[in-house]
Each structure stands twice: as C-alpha cells, then as structure tokens.
C-alpha cells in the first residue's frame, strides 16, 4: 500500500483542509472451480484497486471517502469500471454519507430473532444518501434512496394516473425514494431501537396491474409487493424492499440474562410481529433462543401458519469454534446446520459443516498468509455440495454454509496489497 502527502493539492481543492492523506491498496483473486453451478466454472480470475482518502478540515470536521475500480473480471483488464464508491464528512458526533452506505433504518435496527414483517430494505449497491447524529448515548440516522429516473424507472405507457411516477410517456427524473429513520440507545439499565421506512414509489401489490402489457397484450401483474423488475420499472436489487415498515425494540439484561423485546409492522401487506430474544453466556458456551408471533389481520388463514421459533449455541475456545443452530417458520419448514472450525496453526485453518437440514455440506482448508496489517495472500482449497439446488430458482446462487462456499471443489488464492 502506497500513501501519498498532498497538502498543496488539498489546500486547492478543500478550502480549509489541513492535509490530505490517500491511500492505493489492491486486491486480486484466481481461482479453480470444477462445477456448472454458479457464477464460476473452470479457471477464473479478477483483481481491483482500491482508493482511499481523507483529508480534516481546519474547522474540526473531516472529509473522506473510498472508491473501487475494477481492472480485470475474467478477462486481460480492456475495461475499467468504478463501484463501491461511499464519501463522507463527518464531526466527532454527527456525519453525513454519500454512496456505497446504509440506509439509517439498517443501521440503527437490532433484533437478534426472526421476523417476518422485518424486511427493512438493505442496501445492495443502491445509491444512498445518510445523515446521522449522536447525542450522549443516542444515535439517530436519517437516509434516502438516489433513484435515478433515467435507468430505475421506466414509464409504461398504460399507467396514467394523475401524481404517479410511472405516470405518463416520460421518464420519472431524479428523486429521493423510501425515505429511512432510526434511532438506538441507552436509558438507565435498558437498550432500545427504532426504525421507520416509507413505501417505495415501485410498491405495487403482489397481483395488481404492473402497468405493463405483456407480448400478447394481457397485463403484467406485480410480484414480490414491487413492479416486475425485467419491466425496467425499478432498478433496486435483492435486499431492497418496497414496503411501509416500522418497529421497535427494547433490552435490558437480567440475571445474567440478555432479554430484547420486538414489535415490527409491515404497513404495506399489514403484517406484524411480536418477538422476544433470549441470550445467555456459561463460560466459553453461548445460548440464544428466540420467539415470534405472526399476525395478518387481512389474511385469517395465514394466522394458522404458526410462529416462528429457534435455538442456537456457540462454543468457542482457543482453536476450536463449534456453532449449532435449529429455526422452523410460520409454514414449519425446519432449518438446523452445524459447523465447526479448527486453527491448527501458523495461519492453517480447517472448516467443515452441515447446513440446510443436511441438504448442503462441506470440508474447507485455509492457509493465511498474510503479514502487517492484514496485507499479503491466502490460499483456500474446498468441497461443497448442495443437494436442494434448483436450476430453475437457484441460478447463479451457490453460496453454500457459513462461509459463503461454491459448489463443487473449488482452489483459490487471494491477494492483497
């Protein structure tokens, strides 16, 4: 890693600046893998350079950011592209964030359990724009969604409803969407926090008219609570959701006991949850449990699903780290997974595990050998395989267990610098 002084240029280019300091890092990775599953089959490769800067004002605040470029992506490095971008300025208690960040709701949100109706939107290479405050032991956050209207909304001609941003032959322009607020704390002997966000201009109820006709004329209905995203409505990735949310959370410890407390409403579909977490630490050993209850006052049959319910227990000491866990949903679909990891020594680290009620499984082996500051290379060898993989819904997904493995027999080496 390079780093490189740059007074004069900072004194030119922020008035007020001090200094600035940037930093060069670079990170390259090849691999190995032997499965048609996935995004990877046969030898592949990329590598990225890393920018970070920062630079503090004379009156007290400090301006940074990062940026990543892309070099190569299974090719010889013809094209460059830029992502992963986040600048900032920021005071020793309030900040504000532009790019590659999280929305204020994920930020301050905190539940250790499973809630249905908790689907607050995670950013997912989604523009943001966040602002956030601290006062005492108090944090509060404030964000918006940078939809751009000429490549995340695309105006059907059918949809002509006076105010609406699909309204119309013209593209929507640029605008802030689904503002976000959440806030978390201290009071006394108990933790709290709370999250809003608005509904997305792309909600569109699971069944309505998109606004869209297909080839042969019929309309398109909406899926997931949103316009279908092959209709070029809405740009928002896999982790972003659409829907009105709000919740709140409360905690406190009690005999040794860590004890949250949840309510969660989706406005949008009308669901709710109540959910109560459990936590408790022996020596080397964790234990968590968790409780909800489902509500749909809409839906009287989804009311007879159940509740949602899990355990889990962490044993970590030394070398060893051992980590179980057993979930069941409102449809009492189980989910229970073991998986253990043991350091051997001198950066050689051994992996295995069974997840997905045993449908996947693996063996991993890792040797860091990375030096000061985490910089220099590793190499991973692994085994994985997923029984339950389905073609038609699980195309490109091979992230198999608790460290994200591909299918298959994979060998891959990594560099940083």
Known sequence: MKRILLASVATVAF???AAAEVTFGADATLGFNNSEVGD???FYWSADLNLGFNSEL????????????????????????????EFYIVSDNSGLYFGDTAFAAETQWGFAGSLIADVF??????VVLRGDYTFGDNSFSLSGNLADGAEDFQVPATDTEP???RAGNVRAPDFIDQLSFGASGQYAAFTYSFAYQEESAAFCATGEDSGFDDADGNPILCENNSVPQDQGVYSAYDDFNTSNVWGATVGTVFSGFNIDLAYVQ???TDQNNLGIAVGYTIGDLQLDAYYSINNNPNLPEYNDFGDNWGVAAAYESGAILVEASYETDQFADEDWGIDAAYDIGNGFIVAAGVDDNGDSYYVAGLIDLAGEDDLGASVGISYAVDDSYDPAEDAGDDEIGKFDLQEGLTAEVTFNF
């Open 15 to 17: 008035a007020g600046a």
């Open 40 to 42: 990877n089959f046969g």
């Open 121 to 126: 939107s995670e950013q997912d290479n989604e």
């Open 58 to 85: 004379d009156n007290g605040l400090t301006a940074g950011g990062s940026l990543t470029i892309e070099l190569s992506n299974d090719n010889l490095g013809q094209t460059l592209e830029t992502g992963d971008f």
């Open 266 to 268: 989706n406005i949008s």
């Open 163 to 165: 105010g609406s941003l």
